[in-house]
T-cell receptor
Framework: AQTVTQSQPEMSVQEAETVTLSCTYDTSESNYYLFWYKQPPSRQMILVIRQEAYKQQNATENRFSVNFQKAAKSFSLKISDSQLGDTAMYFCAFMNTGNQFYFGTGTSLTVIP | GAVVSQHPSRVICKSGTSVKIECRSLDFQATTMFWYRQFPKQSLMLMATSNEGSKATYEQGVEKDKFLINHASLTLSTLTVTSAHPEDSSFYIC??????????????FGAGSRLTVL
């Protein structure tokens, strides 16, 4: 079975600074997808960034980037130039070849003005 | 982009009554939709996979008779919480995968429905 672990229940960062959210996963599969979703106070889940496991290059999306370490089964999210609107719950997610999604327990990020 | 609409956003009901939540894909067809349940400050737990034209696939521990899922068309799935009790109070979220999502099967989520059972 696949598991996704987020070891940081809560984090905070000063506005304009950089923060990194951790995520590890466990799987025996070689091909899969990894995602970071954001859930602001509105509770709407929003895709932040995605990574295909077969790609070695780390995905980037504007201020968001990932550090994907396949051997270590690690998938951290880096948010640069943090903005107040980045305050939200962040969920790491794993999708296997059977198209099943597994979510981590989430990290609550607060951006401090 | 792909949009998933969920209705109602909030519902309050009396214990013992049934509540229906709708999930619609507005600009794409979804043969499969997913229903999640989220307790406060917790992660999303997959309840069931809704399949158009066939029976839903439920996760272990989810009562099929309590959480009825119907996927009658390619754009609509419904979740009915039957004989609701206070412990069914939760946030329910549906999702679907738009076709051709740039090579990665991205889930698009509805805005969620908060159910409160008195």
């Amino acid at each position: 079975a696949q598991t996704v672990t987020q070891s940081q229940p809560e984090m905070s960062v000063q506005e304009a600074e950089t923060v990194t959210l951790s995520c590890t996963y466990d799987t025996s599969e070689s091909n899969y997808y990894l995602f970071w979703y954001k859930q602001p106070p509105s509770r709407q889940m929003i895709l932040v960034i995605r990574q295909e496991a077969y790609k070695q290059q780390n995905a980037t999306e504007n201020r968001f980037s990932v550090n994907f370490q396949k051997a270590a089964k690690s998938f951290s999210l880096k948010i640069s130039d943090s903005q107040l609107g980045d305050t939200a719950m962040y969920f790491c997610a794993f999708m296997n070849t059977g198209n099943q999604f597994y979510f981590g327990t989430g990290t609550s990020l607060t951006v401090i003005p | 982009g792909a949009v998933v609409s969920q209705h109602p956003s909030r519902v309050i009901c009396k214990s013992g009554t049934s509540v229906k939540i709708e999930c619609r894909s507005l600009d794409f067809q979804a043969t499969t939709m997913f229903w999640y349940r989220q307790f406060p400050k917790q992660s999303l737990m997959l309840m069931a996979t809704s399949n158009e034209g066939s029976k839903a696939t439920y996760e272990q521990g989810v009562e099929k008779d309590k959480f009825l899922i119907n996927h009658a068309s390619l754009t609509l799935s419904t979740l009915t919480v039957t004989s609701a009790h206070p412990e069914d109070s939760s946030f329910y979220i549906c999702s679907a995968r738009p076709p051709g999502s740039s090579g990665a099967n991205v889930l698009t989520f509805g805005a969620g429905s908060r159910l409160t059972v008195l």
